[in-house]
């Protein structure tokens, strides 16, 4: 059994040594500035632990002796998929015979006097097993968790012998009772309690206990017949017979974890190169032409009333937020509607303005773009733009417009941090919802690749909502690839560009 022991002993120091480099190339992967790293639901542990066997279920044919508690040790691999693993343990467990208290003493104080012997023989158990495992909480990796672990194998039963002797002269012993010594495989199984405190995402403190039951161990003893005699007992010889030897303990030990953690380079935000003025050469002095005749400029400012319904219109929305933005320039100007959920705002003529709407509860509105040219003869000095929004329930969903990305490619585009920042604002005004983002391809490239390329894209936003302070257990990000097509461009269909990139979307759903 030495040997057993010091198998598991290295493998826990392999372990220990494999798992500390992993880390190390983890932390190296998370100093990458232009990487994120999404923690997926599933991770190997690796534990080791020791403790003690606290007692055995006695087997009635062992008639004058009791199955005592000793040393446990042991070492087990898991893997999880969220509340869900597989796992496999290797305990070796310790026990020892011993003679009935009650028969001790009288053969102490018997016709024998002080002059008897017993061994202290170990009675060792090496269990294999491998089976299912549950734990909570469910979520990735988390900082405590607790596991229910069941396993079934074999368990390797030796030692055990048990002799007990009285004598009057050392020279002349006199034989009183004995086991024969154990040397069986038997089939066992075995359930654990366990729970765990990590540290730190690699490292673990745990405590449990754990029940090894071992079905059909052939047990003999033998009753001589001087004790018989002595003790005036009804039965003497030998007698065997299958029994299971059940045995409980507690443990405390470390155990080391891996996440599974993929790396995704974003592409970063572009930066404009700086504008280098070009030397110019003096202009010649040309003489000055004639004033002309001044004109009166035109009026090149109108008058826009936002107005904020729901329910198809019927019911106003006051109070609220209207986003208005130059197109060109970038300068953003916020308004709040009124009690009848309008508000009239001046805008200049010759300028692109993009206009949407936000408030607690609602969906975020459509973008809609105004524009008008003061030369227009449609030019009107008064426009009126209604948004009509949708009340927050499950299920309800929306397409994130100007969401986009190139072909073959899971970085965002520089228009799509706009639109995110808007859903930003909509997961903090309310703080209780929780949604799915998911990503569409084209049917250009293969299924397998679509559906990975999408998953990625899916996992980008997730992250940049993340980084910007919403809770990843809000956000579930799921790619679907070309499964979901929205037109005729499904593979052999020739499509324009433009009839493509209508499938390289990404959508925002409600699920609580």
């Not at 003061?374 to 000095?381: G, H, L, R, T, V």
């Not at 020739?494 to 499938?503: A, S, Y």
């Given at each position: 059994?030495?040997?057993?022991?010091?198998?598991?002993?290295?493998?826990?120091?392999?372990?220990?040594?494999?798992?500390?480099?992993?880390?190390?190339?983890?932390?190296?992967?998370?100093?990458?500035?232009?990487?994120?790293?999404?923690?997926?639901?599933?991770?190997?542990?690796?534990?080791?632990?020791?403790?003690?066997?606290?007692?055995?279920?006695?087997?009635?044919?062992?008639?004058?002796?009791?199955?005592?508690?000793?040393?446990?040790?042991?070492?087990?691999?898991?893997?999880?998929?969220?509340?869900?693993?597989?796992?496999?343990?290797?305990?070796?467990?310790v026990g020892t015979p011993k003679f009935s208290e009650t028969v001790d003493g009288r053969l102490k104080h018997g016709i024998y006097g002080n002059n008897w012997t017993m061994d202290d023989p170990f009675f060792n158990r090496l269990f294999f097993g491998v089976g299912p495992n549950i734990r909570i909480p469910s979520s990735c990796c988390p900082k405590m968790i607790l596991e229910l672990n069941t396993r079934a194998g074999v368990t390797i039963v030796n030692g055990g012998a048990l002799s007990v002797r009285a004598y009057n002269?050392?020279?002349?012993?006199?034989?009183?009772?004995?086991?024969?010594?154990?040397?069986?495989?038997?089939?066992?199984?075995?359930?654990?309690?366990?729970?765990?405190?990590?540290?730190?995402?690699?490292?673990?403190?745990?405590?449990?206990?754990?029940?090894?039951?071992?079905?059909?161990?052939?047990?003999?003893?033998?009753?001589?017949?001087?004790?018989?005699?002595?003790?005036?007992?009804?039965?003497?010889?030998?007698?065997?017979?299958?029994?299971?030897?059940?045995?409980?303990?507690?443990?405390?030990?470390?155990?080391?974890?891996?996440?599974?953690?993929?790396?995704?380079?974003?592409?970063?935000?572009?930066?404009?190169?700086?504008?280098?003025?070009?030397?110019?050469?003096?202009?010649?002095?040309?003489?000055?032409?004639?004033?002309?005749?001044?004109?009166?400029?035109?009026?090149?400012?109108?008058?826009?009333?936002?107005?904020?319904?729901?329910?198809?219109?019927?019911?106003?929305?006051?109070?609220?937020?209207?986003?208005?933005?130059?197109?060109?320039?970038?300068?953003?100007?916020?308004?709040?509607?009124?009690?009848?959920?309008?508000?009239?705002?001046?805008?200049?003529?010759?300028?692109?303005?993009?206009?949407?709407?936000?408030?607690?509860?609602?969906?975020?509105?459509?973008?809609?773009?105004?524009?008008?040219?003061?030369?227009?003869?449609?030019?009107?000095?008064?426009?009126?733009?209604?948004?009509?929004?949708?009340?927050?329930?499950?299920?309800?969903s929306m397409v994130l417009e100007n969401l986009l990305y190139d072909l073959g490619k899971s970085s965002i585009r520089q228009e799509g941090y706009r639109v995110l920042e808007r859903v930003v604002t909509f997961m903090k005004d309310n703080p209780e919802v929780k949604i799915e983002i998911s990503s569409h391809t084209d049917s250009r490239s293969s299924a397998a690749f679509n559906k990975k390329l999408s998953q990625l894209r899916a996992n980008n936003v997730k992250q940049y909502l993340i980084d910007k302070g919403i809770d990843?257990?809000?956000?579930?990000?799921?790619?679907?690839?070309?499964?979901?097509?929205?037109?005729?461009?499904?593979?052999?269909?020739?499509?324009?560009?433009?009839?493509?990139?209508?499938?390289?979307?990404?959508?925002?759903?409600?699920?609580?």
């Open positions: 059994m030495r040997r057993h022991s010091l198998i598991l002993f290295c493998a826990a120091i392999l372990t220990v040594v494999g798992s500390i480099t992993a880390e190390a190339q983890t932390k190296k992967i998370n100093r990458a500035k232009r990487d994120s790293v999404v923690c997926h639901n599933r991770h190997w542990q690796f534990s080791w632990r020791g403790g003690y066997n606290i007692f055995n279920t006695h087997p009635d044919v062992l008639r004058m002796a009791k199955m005592k508690g000793g040393a446990y040790m042991g070492f087990g691999v898991d893997h999880y998929w969220k509340w869900f693993g597989l796992g496999a343990d290797v305990d070796y467990v002269n050392p020279a002349i012993e006199i034989p009183m009772y004995s086991i024969s010594s154990y040397d069986q495989t038997v089939f066992s199984v075995k359930g654990q309690l366990r729970y765990t405190y990590y540290v730190t995402d690699l490292l673990g403190l745990s405590l449990g206990g754990y029940y090894l039951h071992n079905f059909g161990v052939r047990h003999t003893d033998n009753i001589t017949t001087d004790l018989t005699n002595y003790l005036s007992l009804t039965q003497t010889g030998i007698r065997s017979g299958d029994e299971s030897i059940g045995s409980a303990g507690v443990f405390g030990g470390i155990t080391l974890r891996i996440c599974s953690k993929e790396k995704i380079r974003r592409q970063p935000e572009p930066t404009l190169p700086p504008v280098v003025a070009k030397p110019q050469e003096p202009k010649k002095e040309e003489p000055k032409p004639a004033p002309a005749p001044q004109v009166t400029p035109k009026n090149t400012n109108y008058k826009t009333t936002v107005k904020v319904t729901t329910d198809g219109g019927k019911t106003p929305v006051p109070n609220t937020t209207i986003n208005v933005r130059n197109k060109a320039t970038g300068a953003t100007q916020r308004f709040v509607t009124n009690a009848k959920g309008e508000y009239t705002m001046g805008l200049k003529s010759d300028e692109e303005f993009d206009v949407t709407v936000d408030t607690k509860g609602y969906l975020p509105s459509e973008t809609k773009v105004v524009a008008q040219k003061s030369d227009d003869a449609a030019f009107n000095d008064r426009l009126d733009l209604n948004f009509d929004l949708k009340r927050i329930k499950v299920k309800e990843a257990s809000r956000i579930k990000a799921i790619g679907y690839g070309e499964s979901k097509l929205l037109n005729k461009c499904k593979d052999g269909v020739k499509c324009t560009e433009e009839e493509h990139q209508v499938n390289r979307r990404t959508e925002m759903h409600i699920i609580q």
